[in-house]
């Protein structure tokens, strides 16, 4: 774990959700919080020293206040990736079978991911806050069930009936440990930047990517994002290799920056390799 053995960690909670999950993957100090801004506040005002928040489900796409969180109200970097792979589990009271099931509870994104199985199972879906929280309300009820790791179904005592019942199985999530400082070069890094473009002249998102092409460089990720100031106006967020301390990327930097309306570095982290 590094540099994180005596920091203390927050995480978009409760216990026994995934985020809980990638979060334990790098340290041990962890404090729990209700929402993702609440986590970054707490990185921000020093009550933890790293954050752990998801940015992007390889099925339902990015995290929309992650983003907006590190472009607008936040002046934190990204000091790492993680990425996990998510097994949502059909998690039971102990004793309980499949005729037992009648209601089935989880977030809305993990009933969005196993929408087969609920269907072809005829179990009626309601959404919770989060998987953990729906497997700590079916405690007791054998006609209900939850949706969610099997950190959860440990957690509140419960058993796995079912697993692996998501839709797809390369269903993946990433997430990033937030900090007020960078993170030291690797030599296998990305950096993350969110930029807008002038709206009055013609082919300027192409020009930007031009940029990275001229000096080949490789983008990892492009998404853009409603700038929150109108319709038709979004900001950009890239992903690229290299790190903001490589003299090539301070250049691209300073010539993105003389042609974009506004540019904010997220930070140059190393890129995640579980292996």
């Known amino acids: 774990m590094g540099e994180f053995n005596i920091s203390k960690i927050s995480f978009l909670g409760p216990k026994g959700t995934f985020t809980h999950e990638a979060a334990k993957l790098i340290g041990d100090d962890l404090i729990s919080y209700c929402n993702i801004p609440a ?55 102990p004793g ?22 609920i269907s072809q199972n005829n179990i009626q879906p309601h959404y919770a806050v989060s998987t953990a929280r729906a497997a700590k309300n079916i405690i007791g ?7 969610g790791n099997s950190m959860a179904a440990e957690l509140y005592n419960l058993k796995v009936l079912k697993a692996n019942i998501q839709d797809t199985n390369n269903n993946a999530t990433r997430f990033v440990v937030i ?18 473009i002038y709206e009055d002249r013609p082919g300027e998102l192409y020009n930007i990517l031009g940029i990275f092409q001229k000096n080949n460089i490789n983008l990892t990720k492009i998404e ?17 290799k290299g790190h903001i301390n490589d003299e090539l990327i301070q250049d691209i930097i300073s010539e993105i920056d003389n042609n ?10 190393p890129e995640y390799n579980n292996i």
């Open 96 to 117: 309980c079978s499949m005729d037992d099931i009648e209601d089935v509870y989880s977030h809305s994104q993990a009933i969005a991911q196993c929408q087969e199985f």
């Open 179 to 196: 900090s007020k400082k960078d993170h030291n070069p690797t030599g296998n890094d990305k950096t993350s930047i969110i930029f807008s």
């Open 224 to 240: 853009s994002r409603p700038s929150k100031k109108g319709l038709g106006k979004y900001l950009f967020f890239i992903d690229f």
């Open 260 to 269: 974009t309306y506004f540019l904010k570095v997220l930070g140059s982290y």
């Open 39 to 93: 986590v970054f506040e707490s990185v921000s005002n020093n009550e933890t020293e790293y954050g752990v928040v998801p940015i992007e489900n390889s099925i339902e796409g990015p995290v929309g206040i992650t983003l907006d969180s590190l472009a607008h109200k936040f002046n934190l970097k990204i000091y790492k990736e993680l990425i996990i792979p998510i097994n949502q589990n059909l998690i039971v009271n």
């Open 141 to 147: 009820d054998k006609s209900k069930a939850a949706i």
